[in-house]
């Protein structure tokens, strides 16, 4: 048992450059506690008789100024409580502070930056990297992940929550045993075998929060959560089991509904946080009390979630919050003060060891037995009641296993038992009439056989014609889009051109501006149009390649999430996440490469030592000298470059495997920060089609019907041809489009073959583009077809 109090640790949050500073100062003596003092300032406008506190201070385990890294905040406080925690006693993590101070980032981490990972994800690489190492253990993990959002509980990791509303999903009820402990029903447990499964699910349940926008944080979380890792280790052929959780708690900030002025759902939101953070509060006031007898846990069900982490069988660190600035130095002032009333709170860790309830049950199962057969020998009393189908069954894996030794002295023990004799002999006369009913079977078999091989056959065939089919439509639509590639490159060659020739005739006519008999450019404009639209499908195509989106997305809304994306606030993060993704791909394939050069180093050293060996040993035995103990310089120059490129292996390996780590952790951001985008374009799309259906407005127009004003001057003309091109846009983005190209291809295709006949088509009779890289691509069409109709015996 280990008696502690709760350590208690504070954040200073980076202020921002606009908001006034408040002041205060750090005090960490090594000799003394680290001590916190914030300073308020005499206000003048109070008048001389001013009696307020100008000066607070108060005492951490340790205080974190504004530029402390992430790392620093693990290795000093989410370390030890992990490694207790692996050593069998449970562990929870729980910042406090108002809301925007911090508590998000420090708990689940920011999504920028791999370096801003927060305590949960480092945690998880911790638990797994020494799980990984001690061998000595059987680990089993399982990850939970609770919210708590106006007082009811909600499964972060239930997988309808995509499909239903907060109001149809299951709550998760809090139970409680006649032992005082809490169970909570509906609340699913997944087990994590790897680092990646448990980050996944951290993803799942971050993605699935309620978050919404308040005057004094652009996210803030409007519930509590939090994640249990439930660990249980066994040393293999131990009876003993150890079970040990630990509970990573992000808090929803405290706010001043006064000062923040929110009202609807975020006043509800605001009610219900301030309601539970005020029964916490009661709750830890009741524990610090030295002989109160009644402490109110069940007024709410963050504190029933949390009993044992307040004054209970845990080991638990809070970590205060605080953003000082000047506007908000009273709410700091009120967490460091929460802080401190946590710190007089004793917890009674418990070692959680068990027996397996399992191996036991087994244990005393193969007691009774054994004694029965005892007590029947002594007696000499025959068993006459039958035996069981668990029995049964045990016998006929024991005779399995034994007929499938291959070693002749093998020995079948079944105890002294007559009836499981009996049976044995029973079962090994039905397992040999088995074999020669089988044995006379397979001759008739084999003639069926034969018979049944020739539908195969005809089956193999014409799947073999259907893939053939399918390989010269494709060769046919590849050949007409190369085409209408080619074709539309040089039209819009040929139209530059036209545009140059137009522009110089223009500024050489001597025909007035105003001149129905001059140079139109209505001409241009169209066939400009028509080419538009003529690509627009293979720009989409494009599109659908390069955003991953579903197929019945229409080629408007494709280009529309395109423009959506570009012109989001985190497509800047999401281009720098692929760079650095990049690199640590070529740094990680230069490191195994390395890795790859040191190892064969490495065996060709230890073959340069054995064969040095070898000769010494041959030299003596030739020359009647003893073998020198000590060996040669060239044998030392060798092991000692051996255990150089032995150290250096160590040293690639190891930072390849945290380049690992890292290009699953950027991956997950990535994957995090593209579902944030879909969604958000989702609401986007959703809301412009509304209003589209209530408003609608005379000024988009289609494309196709847009005619310049008679006598219109070249600029002029050129300023509405490039307004009716962004109409078209638009109207591109709204609107649905035709299906994709691929459709459109295969019913504009005239040399497709038909269901009947299989076309014979050389490598010379395709026609070429003349392009390299096209032409290659026909090229290996052709080969695939070719091989597919040698198979089928067509030449």
């Known amino acids: 048992m280990v008696k502690q109090t709760i350590q208690i640790f504070a954040r200073v949050k980076p202020t921002v ?289 949390l009993r044992d982490s307040l004054g209970g069988n845990c080991m638990t660190t809070m970590v205060a919050t605080l953003s000082l600035e000047k506007r908000n130095i009273d709410e700091s002032i009120s967490t460091c003060r929460f802080a401190q009333r946590v710190a007089l709170i004793k917890n009674e860790a418990v070692l959680n060891e068990e027996i397996d309830p399992k191996l036991m049950i087994i244990r005393l199962q193969k007691e009774i037995q054994e004694l029965r057969d005892e007590l029947a020998i002594v007696t000499g009393e025959q068993r006459t009641e039958a035996l069981t189908e668990a029995e049964l069954l045990q016998l006929e894996k024991l005779i399995t296993s034994f007929l499938e030794d291959q070693d002749p002295e093998s020995k079948l023990e079944v105890g002294t038992d007559m009836r499981k004799i009996h049976h044995c002999f029973h079962y090994l006369k039905k397992l040999l009439s088995d074999e020669k009913t089988h044995r006379q079977s397979t001759a008739p078999s084999a003639n069926k056989d034969q018979n049944c091989q020739e539908p195969l056959k005809e089956e193999e065939y014409k799947k073999l014609r259907d893939i053939l089919q399918q390989r010269d439509n494709e060769i046919n639509i590849l050949v007409n889009m190369l085409k209408k590639e080619k074709k539309k490159a040089q039209d819009a060659l040929h139209l530059s051109s036209m545009d140059r020739g137009e522009l110089r005739h223009g500024q050489s006519s001597p025909f007035p501006p105003g001149n129905p008999d001059g140079p139109k450019t209505l001409p241009l404009s169209a066939p400009t149009q028509a080419l538009d639209s003529s690509t627009s499908p293979y720009r989409s195509s494009l599109l659908h390649r390069k955003t991953g989106m579903r197929e019945e997305m229409s080629l408007g809304r494709q280009e529309a999430f395109e423009i959506f994306k570009r012109d989001h606030a985190d497509s800047v993060t999401i281009e720098d996440n692929k760079q650095i993704l990049k690199q640590r791909f070529s740094e990680a394939k230069a490191l195994g490469e390395s890795i790859n050069e040191a190892r064969s180093k490495i065996g060709r050293l230890k073959e340069e030592i054995t064969q040095r060996h070898v000769q010494q040993v041959a030299l003596g035995i030739s020359e009647n000298t003893p073998v020198p103990s000590m060996p040669d310089q060239l044998e030392e120059k060798l092991r000692s470059q051996l255990e150089e490129e032995k150290r250096r292996y160590k040293t690639m390996f190891a930072r390849l495997k945290a380049l690992k780590v890292e290009i699953e952790h950027l991956q997950l951001l990535m994957d995090k920060a593209k579902v944030k985008l879909q969604k958000e374009f989702e609401a986007w799309w959703a809301k412009e089609a509304t209003s589209l259906q209530q408003v609608n407005s005379p000024a988009v127009t289609p494309s196709n019907h847009v005619t310049p004003f008679p006598q219109m001057s070249e600029a002029q003309h050129e300023r509405s041809q490039l307004l009716s091109n962004k109409s078209d846009v638009y109207a591109r983005r709204i609107l649905p489009s035709p299906g994709p190209l691929l459709h459109s291809l295969e019913r504009s295709s005239p040399g497709a073959p038909t269901e009947d006949s299989i076309p014979e088509r050389p490598v010379s009779s395709v026609p070429l583009t003349g392009d390299s890289q096209t032409d290659s691509d026909i090229l290996a069409f052709i080969k695939a077809r070719q091989n597919i109709l040698q198979r089928t015996g067509f030449q």
């Not at 008789?49 to 000093?76: H, M």
């Not at 980050?199 to 005057?215: K, S």
């Not at 959780?245 to 006064?258: I, T």
């Open 17 to 305: 450059r606009k908001q006034q500073q408040g002041i205060y100062s750090i005090d960490e003596d090594e000799k003394l506690t680290p001590s916190l003092e914030i300073i308020l300032p005499r206000d003048l406008a109070d008048g001389f008789v001013n009696n307020k506190r100008e000066s607070y201070r108060f005492k951490f385990q340790r205080i974190f100024d504004q530029d402390a890294k992430q790392e620093t905040i693990f290795e000093n406080i989410a370390k030890p409580v992990a490694e207790s925690v692996l050593a069998g006693y449970n562990g929870t993590i729980f910042a406090y502070g108002q809301t925007g101070s911090g508590k998000t980032f420090t708990i689940t981490g920011g999504a920028e930056r791999y370096s801003d990972r927060g305590i949960i994800p480092r945690t998880l690489s911790y638990i797994f990297e020494q799980v990984q190492k001690d061998s000595s253990k059987m680990y089993t993990t399982h990850i939970s992940y609770l919210e708590i959002y106006n007082e009811c509980g909600y499964d972060l990791l239930d997988p309808r929550h995509e499909a239903s509303s907060l109001e149809d999903l299951p709550k998760v009820t809090v139970l409680e045993d006649p032992d005082q402990n809490i169970h909570l029903k509906n609340l699913s447990l997944h087990q994590a075998t790897t680092e990646e499964e448990a980050l996944n699910l951290l993803f799942l349940g971050d993605t699935n929060r309620m978050i919404a926008e308040t005057p004094m944080n652009q996210a803030s979380t409007r519930s509590h959560c939090i994640f249990t890792v439930h660990l249980s280790s066994k040393e293999p052929g131990s009876a003993t089991v150890r079970h040990a959780k630990l509970h990573l708690v992000d808090l929803a900030g405290s706010e001043r509904v006064a000062k923040t002025g929110v009202g609807g759902q975020l006043l509800t939101e605001a009610k219900y946080i301030n309601l539970s953070l005020h029964y916490l509060e009661q709750v830890i006031i009741a524990l610090s009390e030295k002989h109160r007898a009644h402490v109110p846990y069940r007024n709410s069900m963050m504190t029933s979630v």
